[in-house]
């Protein structure tokens, strides 16, 4: 038996969450059984443990959006037992049971073999967020980045958190826009050469143009943010949008596109194919300082996931929430 977090539904479609025990035949069909080490918080999992249960398929679950671990039996000959891996995406932890667990069953296809010079731990420092933010970082190489700062929005949070360090490693300046001024000391220990107050950007005038001011951006929030951004990124710079943290509309118009050629990159960690997923996780173990990911570890257990995934929702981690399921 194993500990896990599960997720329950009763008869009147209130969910609850609680750490129980589980035995491997409880687990989902899959190819590849992980001793699962680290699981982190992401803002999906905030909605999946939460009431109403957000975007969970069936009952009951356990969620918990990616894992690192040790492969500890696998019917598929590209793993073997004993190699590390990582999982993001797939639906894990929404459809098929994620790494909230000691163990998880998954299909060999969703998972990619650690890159060497990461720990599990720092895989999952990194995490779904990370990922994504390493996704969106690429995009905007893609498409070329401007001279001049990169913005990033929710900076505090995951996704921005190491968006902010690896476009700094880069050798970018980057301006860190965030809603929670005391975090400033910590995003200029991330590489932040600039702190942008989250009004500086909601509150300017609705012109659709604003003065050219951001070689490019990744944002993390959406909504009335992104919407005030556009009119500012530099002609022929791009927008990475990866999130909705701020409000899933888009109140904007079409000019920045059209009078600025500005490009919306849209981001999805979801469905990535094994070579890109691949190529982001060695650029991460590459070009993401590992001094820099240490301060942004916020540890927790099993136990503690219920109220973390309250936090998530309303804005307040910083960094990133690792989950040790072995503590
Ligand atoms: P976090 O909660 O860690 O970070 C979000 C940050 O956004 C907060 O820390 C806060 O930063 C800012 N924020 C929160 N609420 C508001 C608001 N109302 N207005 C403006 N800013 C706000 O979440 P993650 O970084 O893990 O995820 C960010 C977004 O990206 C989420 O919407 C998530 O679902 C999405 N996402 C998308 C993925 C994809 O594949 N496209 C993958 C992973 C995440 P601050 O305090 O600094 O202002």
């Known amino acids: 038996m194993f500990k896990a977090l599960m997720v329950n539904k009763d008869d009147e479609g209130k969910t609850s969450a609680a750490v129980t025990e589980i035995g491997l035949d409880d687990l989902p069909e899959g190819d590849v059984t992980v001793a699962v080490e680290y699981s982190t918080v992401n803002y999906k999992d905030g909605l999946c443990i939460g009431p109403g249960g957000g975007l969970v398929r069936n009952y009951p679950h356990v969620p918990g959006i990616d894992f690192a671990g040790t492969v500890e039996a696998s019917d598929d000959a590209r793993y073997k037992p004993g190699d590390k891996v990582v999982l993001t995406g797939w639906r894990v932890g929404e459809v098929h049971w994620g790494g909230y667990a000691q163990k998880a069953r998954v299909k060999a296809d969703w998972l990619v073999p650690l890159p060497d010079g990461l720990s599990t731990q720092q895989a999952m420092a990194v995490g779904t967020a990370g990922f994504t933010a390493m996704l969106a970082v690429m995009a905007l190489e893609d498409h070329g980045i401007k001279d001049g700062p990169v913005l990033v929005t929710g900076a505090a949070g ?111 960690s979801v469905m990535q194919p094994y070579d890109n997923r691949v190529r982001a996780w060695n650029r991460i173990a590459s070009d993401l300082p590992m001094d820099k990911l240490e301060t942004m570890i916020q540890p927790a257990t099993l136990a503690d996931l219920p109220q973390l995934g309250k936090d998530i929702l309303k804005g307040q981690v910083k960094g990133r929430v690792v989950v040790d399921v072995n503590a």
């Not at 929670?180 to 910590?186: D, K, M, V």
């Not at 991330?190 to 909601?202: K, M």
């Not at 990744?218 to 943290?245: N, P």
Request: with cysteine.
């Open 158 to 268: 995951g996704v921005g958190s190491v968006a902010t360090a690896i476009l700094a490693h880069l050798g970018h300046e980057v301006a860190a826009v965030t809603g929670r001024p005391e975090t400033a000391e910590y995003l200029k220990g991330l590489g932040a050469t600039q702190i942008v107050a989250r009004e500086e950007i909601n509150e300017t005038t609705k012109r659709p143009l604003e003065a050219e001011a951001w070689g490019g951006c990744v944002d993390a929030v959406g909504g009335e943010m992104l919407a005030r951004l556009l009119g500012q990124i530099k002609y022929g710079g791009s927008v990475a949008a990866v999130g909705l943290a701020g409000g899933a509309g888009l109140p904007a118009t079409v000019i920045p596109f059209l009078l600025r050629g500005v490009n919306l990159l849209g981001i999805d």
